[in-house]
């Protein structure tokens, strides 16, 4: 298979297999297990695949062009290390679905449960194979917003949340610590590239910039591999289910920091801020979270301290600025995979067959779950570190870089095998509580289930991991030896050391702090016994040192008492001193450009002024003055001058022959004018209230003349300047030169929008697209004033003259009143359908394209709202605008992404002559299809908000009918003054 074909598989197949699980219907539990196994098993295929050449020292690569200029591409990469990760992502993912179609309930959406753990499947493959540091960053985020989403499967209960809240809290903006390091990290190489990264250590360590990029990067690491101090939000995220635990804190979330620890451990190591910082975090983190381990209740509990514990000694290997720490770390990597995620199973099926995991109410299930004890008892032996187990060779090795440890402190050196065996110690006395606890004793009582042992299928995955255990402690050399060695060789290099994987190395100073550290541990366990009893909550010494506790009070702060206290200074009720405070930010913010750098006089004359031009400026002034004058009373009034004002904007672009501008701007006019004629009823009435402060409402009116003249007269004064000066270099003349060579299209404009900046308007493309569902969101959730949510005056009297006539129906007089009009609209449907189709296939040549076309479709929609009502239009034109918006998203994404299929960066276009019978050959561009997808998402932008004001007619009147006596009466209701908002206030 061709390595590109391979790579991309490796990051795609995940996600393909997330959307076809995602569409399952939600009790189609076995198909979706089916589904997201073979989807597993294929990963892990494709893994071994690859064998063959990384374990000949081989790189396998790819690469796609996105955005060239800033160093951005597609970039995979799998080296030894990177296969490594790959294999436990797959490997132990592929046992997790298995174990998952035992353990999830059948009451569960479990499709969409399989789809969220196959994403973050590929999220992970993304992030170990990505070749580009933006890249990887991208997919890092990506694994926390479906951790999120894992965490919080079971939303319904309240831990769910809390706990999936933290950990995206904690994660995410790690990540955007992690994304600065790597911006900064790029700025000292000069690439993003990951093969040039690794090649400029030196460089690195010697830049001015290597602090701040190292403190950036390690905060990403720290936080995603939960680390001190930011330990605290994994054992909370043990409120998903137990297959989540068992894969997110064993092979993939919590060992991507130390992934990306390892990764960039040749070119940020080596100095004593990496020693310092890593290994200091790291030796925290393993004594706290032994520590604390011991007096969970909770056996996932114990379990998430014991994995915050191991992260922190294999961050701790890494921290030593040693080689041979750093294939320690690689090994202990290894061998946590296979017993945590071990134990974790082993936990879900205690939970699954008893109803609880409190260790408290546990006891003698070695009688009922014989060979699920027996299991645990192997896993817990192995995170013990017991002779003759996985975890007992890489907690050697531990003992040994910690005794030969280099450090400019020397009482460090002293504290560190101390401290090494003391955490040692630990782990051994809460993997006896683990299994004492659970196991043996007495027979449990009043139990939620009767314990037995769980289906065959759900305890094989635990088989073959303690399996794994036990071969790699009496057998490392022949079954892990030749992976650990490709992955050593491939992250070192030619640093990589000479090391043993021997289960024997003599009696030694390691072997004496192992045998110390299993007895200490049993005899601390046996001291506990009636502290363990009294079922205490929380560690003894530090049980007030609780990390949710700082968490929600920093949380509080920043989201409730500070931002209330901005608020109070900055905020406001009301949107017009909020657009009066951005106003004169942005004035401050140009007239302190302005002074740092005063232009001089221009070198054009001005050209003489058209006596016509000028009366249709003075027209569109005074419409201006005329809309700003009646905002305050009159809003339709206003909103007609505002469109006459846009009208001779429009006249002003016809005149300086700018027909796609002009075009684009009477189509805007039109279509706001609409909407917010559609948005003028829902506002509520002003009043001119007697008695008001008249002379503060004046003061008022003239500070905001005033605000308004210093940013109109700016921007005019701006305007004056360019326009009176020729630059340097016309950027005009470059596309113009281009448009038609390059882009296929004599319309420079819209050549622009589709090609030479074509990332830029699917940016726009996308921002237009949230807005347009959070415009939506909002006007769903919107309730207008009670003055506002009534009938219309002249149409209560229609509906009450037409029944006071038995041969009329309610309803009669508006049909009537409104049958030409509807009857015009109708046909002029297809008519302005053909006109957006037309503006659509010219806009490459002649002024039209997408947006226009957008706009012009949009308009003939919203005439059939207009004449035929919001149940008739959706009855007869059954519009479903968020398709158009995922239409027209999927269309301008396809077609950047189809340029790589010919080797070509993001968004390239490609354009030729087709020759059709009887019409000749006819230039077709690819950037058609482009403008396609913006017309697509405009219909669809501008239909949605459409919807959203037309339903707030439908449900005002059915939400709040009007009293029979209240039609009836003939005096209008007594107006109250609070509903209503005084003229001249703010």
Not at 103 to 118: C, G, I, K, Q, W
Not at 431 to 441: D, K, N, P, V, W
Not at 676 to 699: C, F, H, N, Q, Y
Request: contains cysteine.
């Amino acid at each position: 298979m061709p390595d590109a074909l391979l790579l991309i598989a490796a990051v795609g197949l995940p996600f393909i297999g997330a959307i076809a699980a995602a569409i399952l219907p939600t009790h189609a539990r076995t198909a979706a297990a089916v589904l997201a196994g073979a989807t597993a098993l294929a990963e892990l295929a494709l893994v071994w695949a690859a064998y063959p050449t990384v374990a000949a020292g081989g790189i396998l690569r790819h690469a796609a062009e996105w955005m060239p200029s800033l160093g951005l591409d597609f970039s995979l990469r799998m080296d030894g290390f990177a296969w490594l990760f790959a294999g436990l992502v797959s490997g132990v993912g592929a046992l997790v679905v298995l174990y998952a179609r035992y353990y999830m309930s059948a009451d569960d959406p479990v499709p969409r449960f399989f789809a969220f753990l196959l994403a973050f499947m590929g999220s992970m493959m993304g992030v170990v194979l990505s070749g580009n540091l933006v890249q990887l960053a991208f997919f890092w985020e990506l694994t926390s917003l479906f951790s999120f989403l894992l965490i919080g499967y079971w939303h319904h209960t309240a831990a769910a949340r809390d706990g999936a809240r933290m950990a995206l809290t904690v994660t995410a903006t790690g990540g955007l610590c992690l994304f600065a390091g790597v911006l900064i990290l790029g700025h000292i190489v000069g690439s993003y590239d990951l093969d040039r990264v690794l090649a400029s250590g030196d460089l690195i360590r010697s830049h001015q910039l290597y602090l701040p990029a190292l403190v950036l990067i390690l905060l990403g690491a720290l936080t995603k591999s939960a680390q001190f101090p930011f330990h605290f939000w994994l054992p909370h995220a043990m409120a998903a289910p137990t297959p989540v635990s068992a894969y997110l804190h064993s092979a993939t979330l919590v060992k991507a920091g130390v992934f990306l620890m390892a990764r960039l451990w040749p070119v940020m190591s080596g100095t004593e801020e990496w020693f310092w910082i890593v290994g200091s975090a790291g030796l925290a983190t393993l004594l706290l979270g032994a520590y604390v381990a011991i007096f969970q209740h909770d056996l996932k509990g114990l379990l998430a301290y014991s994995t915050i514990s191991h992260l922190g000694l294999i961050t701790l290997l890494l921290g030593l600025n040693s080689a041979l720490a750093m294939v320690a770390a690689i090994f202990h990597i290894i061998n946590h995979a296979a017993f945590k995620a071990s134990l974790f199973m082993a936990v879900g099926i205690i939970d699954h067959e008893t109803g609880t995991r409190d260790i408290r109410r546990l006891s003698g299930l070695n009688r009922f779950m014989p060979f699920t004890a027996r299991l645990a008892l192997v896993a817990a032996a192995a995170m013990a570190g017991v002779p003759l187990l996985n975890g007992f060779l890489s907690k050697e090795m531990f003992f040994a870089e910690a005794l030969s440890a280099q450090a400019s402190l020397t009482l460090l050196l002293d504290i560190l095998p101390f401290a090494a065996t003391v955490a040692s110690a630990f782990s051994v006395a809460y993997s006896l509580r683990f299994i004492h606890g659970a196991f043996f004793g007495p027979d449990p009582v009043d139990l939620p289930r009767t314990p037995h042992e769980p289906p065959a299928w759900m305890r094989f995955p635990v088989e073959i991991l303690v399996l794994g255990c036990i071969i790699i402690g009496v057998l490392p050399s022949a079954s892990v030896g030749p992976y650990l060695d490709m992955a050593a060789h491939s992250a070192l290099g030619s640093a990589t050391p000479d090391y043993s994987l021997a289960v024997w190395h003599g009696f030694n100073l390691p072997l004496l702090m192992s045998f110390t550290a299993l007895a200490a541990g049993i005899v601390l366990y046996l001291a506990l016994q009636r502290h363990l009893r009294k079922g205490t909550e929380g560690p003894p010494l530090i049980r007030r040192l609780e990390g949710r506790r700082m968490f929600e009070r920093t949380m509080v702060f920043l989201s409730w008492r500070l931002a209330r206290s901005l608020e109070g200074v900055f905020g406001t009720r009301r949107l017009q001193p909020q657009l009066r405070l951005v106003v004169c930010a942005a004035i401050l913010a140009a007239a302190l450009a302005v002074y740092m750098r005063v232009p001089g006089p221009g070198n054009l004359m001005p050209a003489d002024i058209d006596p016509v031009l000028a009366l249709i400026w003075a027209i569109g002034a005074v419409c201006a003055l005329g809309a700003a004058r009646q905002a305050k009373f009159h809003r339709l009034a206003a909103l007609i001058l505002l469109g006459g004002t846009g009208l001779v904007v429009c006249i002003t672009f016809v005149w300086f022959s700018a027909p796609d501008l002009a075009l684009t701007q009477l189509l805007v006019e039109v279509v706001t004018t609409i909407l917010l004629l559609l948005g003028l009823r829902w506002l509520p009435k002003r009043l001119d209230i007697p008695g008001s402060r008249e002379v503060l409402t004046m003061a008022r009116r003239v500070r905001d003349l005033s605000i308004a003249i210093a940013a109109g007269g700016g921007m005019a004064a701006l305007a004056y300047s360019v326009m009176t000066r020729v630059p340097p270099e016309i950027l005009a003349q470059h596309f113009l030169e281009r448009a038609y060579a390059e882009g296929g299209g004599t319309n420079v404009v819209n050549v622009i929008l589709v090609d030479f900046r074509g990332f830029d308007t699917l940016g726009e493309m996308t921002v237009l697209g949230v807005v347009a569902l959070t415009a939506y969101a909002l006007l769903r959730r919107f309730r207008p004033a009670s003055d506002s949510v009534d009938v219309p005056e002249q149409q209560r009297d229609q509906s009450a003259y037409d029944k006071a006539r038995p041969d009329r129906t309610e309803g009669d007089t508006v049909a009537d009143w409104l049958l030409i009009p509807s009857v015009i609209t109708r046909l002029l449907f297809p008519v302005i359908g053909v006109v957006a189709l037309f503006l659509l296939l010219r806009g490459h040549d002649l002024p039209g394209g997408g947006f226009a076309a957008g706009l012009t479709a949009s308009i003939a929609i919203i005439l059939q709202y207009m004449v035929g009502g919001t149940q008739w239009a959706e009855a007869s034109l059954r519009i479903r605008p968020m398709t158009w918006i995922a239409v027209g998203l999927l269309l301008a994404t396809g077609t950047g992404m189809a340029a790589w299929a010919a080797g070509r960066p993001f968004l390239t276009s490609y354009f030729a002559y087709a020759e059709i019978p009887f019409i000749g050959d006819v230039p077709v561009a690819s950037a058609l299809i482009f403008d396609i997808g913006v017309f697509a998402l405009v219909v669809g932008a501008t239909v949605l908000m459409l919807i959203a004001l037309a339903h707030q007619s439908v449900r005002g009147h059915r939400a709040v009918p009007r009293p029979a006596a209240a039609q009836a009466a003939a005096t209008p209701a007594p107006v109250q003054v609070a509903q209503q908002i005084p003229a001249g206030e703010d």
